[in-house]
């Protein structure tokens, strides 16, 4: 007969790391200013122009750790 199927399961705590980029943008008291200006433009605009790509590489680097750590998980368990 066949082998059930592994059960997959999305209880990876790389997958905390995606809080970052959700809940940082919340938090505007960190940013509502104008200074420092960058390029002309205030700190309120550019620091929010930071936010995508502190969520790709967020989002790239939980990529890679959740697929190493399931292979390990993998490797460990048969």
């Known amino acids: ?15 905390w790391l995606l809080l970052i980029p959700i809940i940082l943008p919340l938090l ?7 200074t420092p200006m960058l390029f002309g433009f205030p700190f309120f605009f550019w620091f929010q122009m930071l936010f995508a790509p502190l969520a790709v590489v967020t989002s790239v680097t939980v990529f890679y750790l959740s697929r190493r750590y399931r292979s390990a998980r993998l490797r460990r368990e048969g």
């Open 1 to 15: 007969m066949s082998e059930p199927p592994i059960a997959r399961t999305d209880r990876n705590p790389w997958n």
């Open 28 to 34: 505007t008291f960190l940013y509502n200013r104008e």
